[in-house]
């Protein structure tokens, strides 16, 4: 659960994880009334005049009736009394499969959001094969950091569709030298594979699987990336590090599979300036 439209520079942030803990970060004047008490404010919590409150909803001490229990629900009631906007997912704890979520009757303005596949053929691109990145972990190469970044950049171009991947571009060198790694693949056909919505990290998980039973059976023959881009407004990233988006608040994360069934990459874009782990 995640709260919509909420910016965590400036405005109360509303998180519920997947492991039960309900996550508020509050602005100033909003965690002076709330009236529970906050986590140990980091150098970029101080920065922004934002507060921590963590509540574990599912620890045997948290019940109805409870001293806890009953705090929350005085302070929602009584001093956080404002509307949010909400998006909600739910999965099946076995398969992980998003499940449908019953509401109770009085409870109004709900929209289900179907998460649906779009797919689109990238055609007449110059497609790199990243052998210059492949290689054994004992294995020490030379210039293999630039290699791994020159293949972060192509896959960048390639979300986006740029001209510049095309074969037949021709850019004035004035306003762009790129060039596609080398060396290339035979084909000039790629697929791209797009979600949009609010993706639980088990669907994410069932994907990476799926891509990697169509590698071993040969369904594709070279490689294959997934890349996630996560909300940037939430305390709750990176396994509960939090970070702001005005100080570089990248929550995102892309991972290559090459086509040896073995090797796989993941490059994991974190903020400067991340916050202390939440507690």
């Not at 909420?6 to 309900?22: A, M, Q």
């Not at 109805?64 to 704890?93: I, Q």
């Not at 970070?243 to 991972?255: I, R, S």
Request: neutral net charge; proline residues 3%.
């Amino acid at each position: 659960m995640h709260s919509l439209d909420t910016s965590l520079n400036s405005d109360d942030v509303v998180v519920l994880t997947p492991h039960g803990e309900l996550i508020f970060s509050l602005i100033k004047d909003t965690f002076e009334t709330f009236g529970m008490e906050a986590l140990t404010r980091s150098k970029a919590d101080i920065k922004h005049d934002k507060h921590i409150v963590k509540i574990d909803l599912k620890k045997s001490s948290f019940r109805n009736g409870s001293k806890e229990f009953n705090r929350l629900k005085w302070c929602l009631e009584n001093t956080l009394t404002r509307n949010f906007r909400m998006v909600f997912c739910a999965t099946d704890a076995l398969t992980g499969a998003t499940v449908d979520i019953e509401w109770p009757t009085t409870t109004l303005n709900v929209i289900k959001k179907e998460m649906k596949a779009e797919l689109e053929t990238l055609t007449d691109i110059n497609i790199p094969s990243f052998q210059l990145i492949s290689h054994s972990l004992n294995e020490k190469v030379e210039d293999w950091d630039n290699a791994a970044m020159d293949a972060l950049e192509w896959l960048g171009l390639a979300h986006l569709k740029a001209n510049r991947i095309k074969r037949n571009d021709k850019v004035d060198p004035f306003i762009s030298v790129y060039q596609t790694p080398s060396p290339l693949i035979s084909s000039n056909r790629g697929t791209l594979v797009k979600f949009t919505g609010f993706i639980p990290t088990s669907c994410i998980q069932n994907i990476l699987v799926i891509i990697r039973k169509m590698m071993h059976s040969s369904v594709t023959t070279e490689w294959t990336s997934l890349s996630c881009w996560g909300y940037k407004d939430s305390p709750f990233t990176w396994s509960t590090m939090g970070h702001y988006e005005y100080l570089n608040g990248e929550n995102d994360y892309t991972f290559l599979m090459l086509p040896n069934n073995k090797t796989a990459y993941v490059y994991q874009l974190y903020g400067s300036h991340h916050t202390t782990r939440l507690k």
